[in-house]
């Protein structure tokens, strides 16, 4: 199995900068990809930026240009957040797909909150 932890939210004013962390636990050599999604209030949760094991990644819309998600080592997860808007505002949690049947697993999430 695979246990995610997320860390690095907070409170920011428009226009700044974040960097969220995941950090992957146990059997971190069985996870394919890896992603970021996000949930405001009273909204469905939306991916925001996914990675493959290959490096591959890819981003919303609505990030593209602000966001950079990483993966320099197998076991963290990084999410750049550059520019960052009100509507930003969610928590973000991190997700794994692991094992040969792609697994999902999820972190227990951090807020973001850009506000001024």
Do not use: H
Not at 9 to 38: E, H, N
Not at 93 to 104: D, H, Q
């Amino acid at each position: 199995q695979v246990q995610l932890v997320e860390s690095g939210g907070g409170l920011v004013q428009p226009g700044g900068s974040l960097k969220l962390s995941c950090a992957a636990s146990g059997d971190t050599f069985s996870i394919s990809g890896m992603s970021w999604y996000r949930q405001a209030p009273a909204k469905q949760r939306e991916l925001v930026a996914t990675i493959t094991s290959g490096g591959i990644t890819n981003y919303a819309d609505s990030v593209k240009g602000r966001f950079t998600i990483s993966r320099p080592i197998t076991s963290m997860l990084y999410l750049q957040m550059n520019s960052l808007k009100p509507e930003d505002t969610a928590v973000y949690y991190c997700n794994a797909l692991y094992g040969i049947r792609s697994v999902p697993t999820w972190g227990q999430g951090t807020q973001v909150t850009v506000s001024s």
